[in-house]
């Protein structure tokens, strides 16, 4: 969504300057010239819900975006929203007095105001009124100064983010701006070039940290260090943890990023030195002490900050990688991290584009899904290395899932192979069937190898381990087998047979063939004679599975729990009523739908 105007009028409250910006020739005049021929001065924005202002960074020559009521910002144009555009490189400094209390100092010569970036960046507020409504808007000081010689440079520099900011269209009046109006400044040209990996500055996680970073001091006099230096790589050791922890966890803390820093070879190895024990040891922490998870992330996006070593880059997206399999950021640091990894999907220098698309999707999943409670075995630290560049079949969608296979089957060929594995290991004579766990390191391996591209049972026995693998396959599917849109009617048609069964065949063509598969794979342990053998019960294979087909939407316990017989009902009545064929589920070429028992298949 654009902003209709051609000149906007910019109020500075503080000091009652007012200035006129025009977006498509990134002009700024100090009066605005009306002939007739000039396009009024509008502006469509909502001051209830706040705008997008795009600014410029004067130290990093780049722009970036405000929200005005969030105070959000992006070093990426947000989709679909109005961006006005306030500051140009082209904007002079305007002759008022420095206020420490106002938000913009316009003093040509403030040499003697000494300020970190970051204090620039957060601190320094500024007030604007666009038309009758004011918005409040952070504007470094640097960025109103300009002179001939910097303007030639950012004009330059704007050249490479074209491309990123190709979608930010101004829709202007159709009448011509006024030949009176002076220092026509002509649009840079586009250019394809990609955003070099050194101008992703720390502004996703500076709101953060002026919130949470504990006081970092220095030398003999003590001095505050910025905050935009405390977040920059460092071969040194820490002294005291980035955020404010309680004083007990200080130890552990700078333990971690030790661990860290050796990892990523950013410090001396030991002679005897074992990554996998110092990840375990890492992922140990941020699991049992959950003020620490937020230590550990904000120390790895510290190490990845202006990281002169592609190896270690590269090693820093690893163990991204890795955390964010096991442990969610905290709810203040959530945005934080999920824009500051955001903003590196175009870094293709070390393949940074590719892993941090793929720690986007993992750091949405673990913040919903929380965290987990066992550290990752070796073959699985290892396997969640290569995951961004080798796909899994575990965890994604099933549309995902199935572009990676290319044999004939209409199903995910894992469902097939762990079905037949339980069968294959005699899982219709194994007492309490698919309610026991399998043993938890061989389900591990079996998982690796799948994921690997291996279906095969070398030395597993128990057929438990396929069975409750399958049931974690089920279980951890991006979106759950039956769509939550289909939820609520699950559970009031849950004893209507009729209704349940065209519910069913109402599903999406792929999650339709899996339920009914899998409801044939139940029907098979349904049996007198296997039941009793198994001790599995329709009504305990219901209880079991239900959780598996259908996932709860509601946050409450309450509901979840109250659910949860409803849920086991709708599974119980397929289970009891519907006819099916498998095999047909998994190979037909046609539409394959179920019946009630007894009858035909429609």
Not at 118 to 145: C, H, T, W, Y
Not at 209 to 215: E, G, N
Not at 441 to 447: E, I, K, M, S
Request: contains cysteine; hydrophobic residues 35%; glycine residues 4%.
């Amino acid at each position: 969504m654009t902003t209709n105007y051609e000149w906007a009028e910019v109020l500075h409250s503080q000091s009652n300057h007012t200035f006129f910006t025009d977006s498509r020739r990134d002009e700024c005049l100090k009066t605005y010239v009306s002939n007739g021929s000039n396009p009024k001065l509008t502006h469509d924005a909502d001051p209830e819900q706040g705008t997008w202002c795009e600014l410029w960074d004067d130290k990093k020559k780049i722009p970036y975006y405000y929200h005005t009521t969030t105070r959000k910002m992006l070093m990426i144009p947000p989709t679909d929203q109005q961006i006005i555009k306030i500051v140009t490189p082209d904007l002079f400094p305007l002759p008022t007095k420095y206020d420490r209390g106002g938000a913009l100092d316009l003093v040509t010569d403030n040499r003697h105001i000494q300020r970190s970036p970051f204090e620039q960046n957060l601190e320094d507020k500024a007030g604007f009124s666009i038309g009758s409504k004011q918005i409040n808007l952070p504007v470094r000081m640097q960025s109103l100064r300009a002179s001939q010689k910097s303007n030639t440079k950012l004009h330059r520099r704007l050249s490479q983010f074209s491309k990123s900011r190709a979608s930010v269209v101004f829709t202007r009046s159709k009448t011509d701006i006024s030949p009176n109006v002076p220092n026509k400044v002509n649009s840079p040209p586009s250019s394809e070039t990609l955003v070099p990996f050194q101008d992703i500055n720390s502004c996703a996680i500076d709101g953060f940290a002026q919130k949470h970073f504990s006081i970092h001091k220095r030398g003999l006099f003590r001095k505050t260090i910025p905050i935009d230096e405390i977040l920059r790589w460092t071969k040194d050791p820490l002294k005291q943890p980035l955020l404010m922890l309680n004083k007990e966890l200080h130890k552990d803390a700078l333990k971690c990023f030790k661990i860290i820093q050796l990892v990523m070879g950013d410090r001396p190895q030991p002679r005897q030195w074992n990554e996998v024990e110092h990840l375990q040891t890492l992922l140990t922490c941020g699991i049992a002490q959950i003020q620490i998870r937020d230590e550990i992330y904000v120390q790895l996006c510290k190490q990845l900050q202006n990281n002169p070593g592609h190896e270690s880059i590269q090693k820093g997206w690893e163990t991204l990688c890795i955390v964010s399999e096991m442990f969610p950021p905290s709810k203040d640091l959530e945005s934080y991290i999920t824009d500051f990894v955001r903003q590196h999907h175009r870094v293709q220098e070390n393949q940074v584009d590719v892993i941090s698309q793929y720690v986007s999707v993992r750091l949405q999943r673990v913040c919903s899904r929380g965290a987990k409670g066992k550290v990752l075995t070796a073959a699985e630290i290892q396997r969640a290395k290569e995951a961004p560049f080798n796909p899994s079949v575990f965890g994604e969608s099933l549309e995902f899932i199935m572009s990676l296979q290319e044999s004939s089957l209409k199903i995910p060929k894992i469902i097939s192979f762990l079905a037949d594995a339980v069968h294959q290991l005699h899982g219709q004579r194994s007492e309490g069937i698919f309610r026991v766990p399998g043993d938890a390191d061989a389900v591990t391996d079996l998982r690796i190898r799948i994921e690997n591209g291996r279906f095969d049972l070398t030395g597993i026995s128990d057929p438990n381990v396929p069975a409750s693998l399958l049931k974690y396959w089920l279980r951890d599917l991006a979106e759950p087998l039956i769509p939550t849109e289909y939820y609520g009617s699950c559970i009031e048609l849950s004893d209507d047979a009729e209704k349940a069964i065209d519910l069913v065949n109402s599903l999406p063509e792929l999650n339709r063939r899996i339920v009914l598969y899998m409801i044939g794979f139940l029907q098979e342990f349904t049996d007198p004679k296997v039941t009793q053998r198994t001790l599995m019960n329709v009504y305990n294979l219901a209880m079991v599975f239900a959780p598996n087909f259908l996932r709860c939407p509601s946050e409450s316990l309450t509901t979840v729990f109250q659910n949860s017989r409803y849920e086991q009902a709708f599974l119980r009545t397929l289970i009891h009523e519907m006819s099916v064929e498998k095999d047909k589920c998994a190979y037909s070429q046609v539409r394959v739908v179920g019946s009630r028992l007894h009858g035909k298949n429609m």
